[in-house]
């Protein structure tokens, strides 16, 4: 229904927009056009009963796939061996779901030896009871009322009432979709309006791809049948090709300082078919909330016809613990004295420019102490934060695993804020 919803949009829109219409006119328009059905042979067919009937067919073009004859429906209501009318339907629908208008063939099965003629109608007593009844100081409103009345009851009905559909002979609804019958309604020259009397049979099952018929059937108080009508409806199944859509719950970009926890927000995913589907979601990508830098979160979805979403994504920015400038400043009074911070030149100290992620005691030309001398570990966040919060001695035999290690730094060590805002300044330095 959306579909064709979509494509009659579609239309309106290029015709109410002719100058656009121009311009587009390369691109291949909907086939919207529904093929036609042609009989074979007679409209109407008479057989008798128990004859073998052969039905003539009938032909099925359309303007996009041509020829769609094989994929004809017919349905048959033909029951040869009892006298009645019945009728065949011809339906099809062209590639891209377009429905033809029904096409019916109505076939009339007579008696083998009509002898309708053999019971001669009862004449009616109707009359000489009038006469007698009219004479008695009848009112003169009396006798023009008799006669009418009298003459109709005498004659016997033998027309049948007459069946017309509410809405279309023939309905197409996607499987899914709620079928509600619009039903019929019928008239009679005797008993008029009688169509709270229609039989109606068959039903539609929705859930299922195929063409049904809804027969509806009547008969006047004298039973004369009407000739049965019928309504195709096609039940057809249009392929799921919408994606899904995935909606980010929170910012797509997002900020957490190193060492805190992340939590993610998640996404919401909604399918045109399946609904809700937030809880197919497949999250793809880490943050090392201990280490700084920008992690990617990918999220994807498919719905159960296997068409997949737009990959959705969120950066999450993890950003240094501390203050690089307030950790200069602790440097140029702590740390000055023994150390350049702007260079590789030693002092007391090795010179500090650059030595984030080197390895320990390997700057040039300096005399370490014997346990840094020998190295043997990085100065990243992690040992930094060993070899300045504490003195450099405990620190030392912390980073070697020597309990006997010793260096030639002398420094009581910082904590807090101070030591976050130092290790930031010296990765940044
Ligand atoms: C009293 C002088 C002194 C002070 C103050 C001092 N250091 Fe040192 N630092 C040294 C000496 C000496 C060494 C070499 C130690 C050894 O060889 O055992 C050293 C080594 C280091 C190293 C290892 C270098 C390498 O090449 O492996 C780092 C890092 C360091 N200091 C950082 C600091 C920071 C940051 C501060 C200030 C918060 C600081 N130091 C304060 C004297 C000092």
Redesign the pocket.
């Known amino acids: 229904m959306k579909r064709i919803f979509m494509s009659s949009m579609l239309t309106l829109l290029m015709f109410a927009m002719p100058v656009i219409g121009v311009a587009e006119s390369r691109t291949k328009l909907p086939d919207t056009k529904a093929p036609v059905i042609m009989l074979n042979g007679a409209e109407t067919v008479t057989i008798k009963v128990g004859d073998s009937y052969v039905d003539a067919g009938a032909k099925a073009m359309d303007d996009v796939d041509g020829d769609i004859t094989g994929r004809l429906r017919i349905v048959s209501t033909l029951d040869a061996a009892h006298p009645g009318m019945y009728a065949v339907a011809y339906n099809v629908n062209d590639s891209a779901g377009n429905a033809a208008k029904a096409v019916y063939r109505f076939i009339k099965v007579v008696e083998a030896q009509p002898d309708s003629k053999a019971r001669p109608e009862a004449r009616p007593e109707a009359k000489p009871e009038a006469k007698p009844e009219a004479k008695p100081e009848a009112k003169p409103e009396a006798k023009p009322e008799a006669k009418p009345e009298a003459k109709p009851e005498a004659r016997v009905d033998t027309i049948p009432p007459v069946i017309k559909l509410n809405g279309d002979s023939s309905v197409h609804i996607n499987v899914g979709d709620t079928y509600v019958d619009r039903g019929a309604r019928a008239w009679d020259n005797v008993d008029g309006n009688i169509s709270r009397r229609i039989r109606v049979s068959g039903q539609v099952d929705t859930s299922r791809a195929g063409t049904y018929m809804i027969s509806y059937n009547v008969s006047d108080k004298a039973g004369n049948a009407a000739v049965r009508i019928s309504r195709f409806v096609s039940v057809v199944f249009v392929p799921d090709t919408t994606p899904p859509v995935i909606t980010l719950n929170g910012d797509d970009s997002v900020t957490i300082i190193e060492g805190e926890r992340y939590i993610d927000a998640g996404a919401k995913a909604t399918d045109d078919v399946d609904g809700d589907i937030s809880a197919g979601i497949q999250r793809t990508g880490l943050v090392n909330m201990a280490e700084a830098g920008n992690y990617t979160l990918k999220y994807d979805v498919s719905d159960t016809a296997g068409n997949a979403a737009t990959t959705r994504m969120r950066i999450v920015k993890v950003v240094d613990r501390g203050d690089p400038d307030a950790g200069r400043q ?2 140029m009074k ?2 000055k ?3 350049n911070l702007d260079s590789t030149k030693n002092k ?3 010179g ?1 420019k650059g ?1 984030f992620n ?1 390895r ?4 040039a030309g ?1 005399r ?2 014997s ?3 020998v ?1 043997g570990w990085k ?1 990243d966040k992690a040992n ?1 934060r060993v ?2 919060s504490q003195s450099s001695r405990d620190a ?1 035999r912390q980073l070697s695993g020597d309990s006997d290690a010793l ?5 009581k060590g ?1 904590s807090g804020a101070d030591l976050d805002n ?1 290790i930031v300044f ?1 990765k940044g330095n």
């Open positions: 602790l440097a702590k740390c004295t023994c150390h007391f100290g090795p500090l030595i080197q320990a005691g390997r700057v300096f370490y102490g346990t840094l001398g190295g100065w930094l070899w300045l030392v260096t030639k730094m002398k420094f910082v130092l010296l």
